[in-house]
């Protein structure tokens, strides 16, 4: 199992982690001596692709961010483009620019697109370490109680299909995200829409509901797209055949095939050009890992409560879970570990809760089936006799079938 770790294999320690995003090996190097001395953990990303992997699968607190990644270039563009993509996934990142050639007109560009500060190579290890201290500080308290990664990516698998949905954010290309309930479908829509070239928010849909079409263009994210009725499929099948159409996706827990035959030909041609599919959260133990990581540093950071202690034989049990409400379950898992500072597994839980509530219904059963017998099937005495009212004795008869 590849647990979350940093690049010299050790598990990544819950705070502070820095991302350290430079293309010069001897400058990492240099950071890193640096940064591991003061107790800070570090990674690195040599690129704009690799930072926001990093970013996406680790609670990275702040960034240092060099502003050129390919030979000979000077200009900072590269470096300004991810500043911003990195801001959309976390809003409240501090970001610290650490310029060399660029000069500091780019520094002044790089504040104004939302960097904290910025550093001028070669730089002076006490102020750098000072400033990212003082920086930490800062951004802590609000960044610990509300940040919350946009999505823990750790497994091959849901980064293929994250890299995918990066790949197809810039388009307009409308699509379908299918998955199993609670694994993650509206989480990879928001992401998809963050990352796109659209300004206006998404309008939120939940098909069911859904009586008229919104206004304008803009992105539309559906909910549950198969319960469209037929009528507002083909409305909807008409506004994507507009040369100004909006740009739909669509979720469902259905699979492909079974939207083909239930979504009007017409639609589904429009958004079944292109899908994704999430996989069910049980066999992505990577993620399992990563993801109960974050739950808990989140839940423990939100709730101002301590965080319950993982160790191995735990995070086995988490990962041999079926998980029937997928990352869903799992988070709601975590946030109760916290909150009552105890671990219990989603199968013990499971065990328990049906066994307690079985042997209550089973007592009720029994005493008002008792009493019915004693006054003949009687239902205003044997009301009297239980204390409840004839109404609540006819639910209750008829909940046991007596
Ligand atoms: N990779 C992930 N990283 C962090 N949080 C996640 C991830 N996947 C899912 N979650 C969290 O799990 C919960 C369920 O996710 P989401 O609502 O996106 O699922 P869904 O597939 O759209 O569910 P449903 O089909 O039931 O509507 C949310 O709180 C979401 O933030």
Redesign the pocket.
């Known amino acids: 199992m590849n647990a979350i770790r940093n690049e010299s294999g050790e598990s990544a320690p819950p705070a502070p982690c820095l991302l350290f995003v430079d293309d010069d090996r001897d400058v990492q190097v240099a950071a890193r001596l640096l940064f591991r001395r003061s107790g800070l953990d570090i990674l690195s990303a040599h690129g704009a692709d690799e930072a926001l992997t990093q970013l996406a699968s680790f609670p990275v607190d702040l960034v240092l961010l060099d502003l050129n990644y390919t030979k000979g270039m000077t200009a900072g563009a590269e470096g300004l483009a991810l500043l911003r993509d990195m801001l959309v996934l976390r809003p409240d990142l501090p970001v610290i620019v650490v310029t060399g050639h660029s000069g500091v007109t780019i520094a002044v560009a790089a504040m104004r697109a939302g960097a904290v500060d910025f550093v001028m190579k070669p730089w002076n290890n006490e102020r750098l370490l000072a400033l990212v201290e003082g920086t930490l500080k800062k951004c802590r308290a609000c960044q610990a109680s509300e940040a919350?990664?946009a999505?823990?990516?750790a497994s091959d698998d849901?980064r293929r299909t994250v890299a995918e949905a990066d790949r197809l954010a810039v388009t307009r290309a409308s699509l379908i995200i299918t998955?199993?309930?609670?694994?993650?479908?509206?989480?990879?829509a928001r992401r998809i829409h963050a990352l796109s070239y659209e300004d206006d928010p998404a309008v939120m849909l939940r098909a069911e509901d859904c009586e008229a079409l919104p206004e304008g263009r803009g992105t539309w994210i559906f909910?549950n797209i198969e319960a469209l009725s037929a009528r507002m499929q083909r409305r909807l099948a008409d506004r994507l055949d507009a040369r100004v159409a909006p740009r739909v996706i669509a979720?469902s827990?259905r699979d492909h095939a079974n939207l083909e035959d239930m979504l009007d030909p017409r639609l589904m041609l429009h958004l079944g050009m292109v899908g994704l599919t999430?996989s069910p959260l049980h066999g992505r133990a990577d993620?399992i890992v990563a993801?109960s990581a974050?739950f808990l540093r989140y839940f423990a950071a939100r709730h101002g409560l301590a965080e319950p202690r993982m160790d191995e034989s735990r995070l086995r049990l988490l990962c041999e879970e079926e998980w029937s409400q997928?990352?869903?379950g799992l988070?709601a898992l975590v946030e109760r570990a916290v909150l009552t500072g105890t671990w219990e597994t989603a199968s013990e839980e499971a065990e328990a809760v049906p066994n307690t509530a079985l042997t209550l219904r089973d007592t009720e059963r029994s005493l008002i089936e008792t009493a019915l017998r004693k006054h003949g099937f009687n239902v205003t005495q044997a009301a009297r006799e239980l204390g409840l009212t004839r109404p609540a004795l006819y639910r209750r008869m008829a909940r046991y079938g007596l």
């Open positions: 919350e990664p999505l823990i990516v849901l998955g199993a309930p609670g694994v993650g479908k509206m989480l990879l909910r979720l827990s999430l993620d993801l974050h997928n990352v869903r988070r």
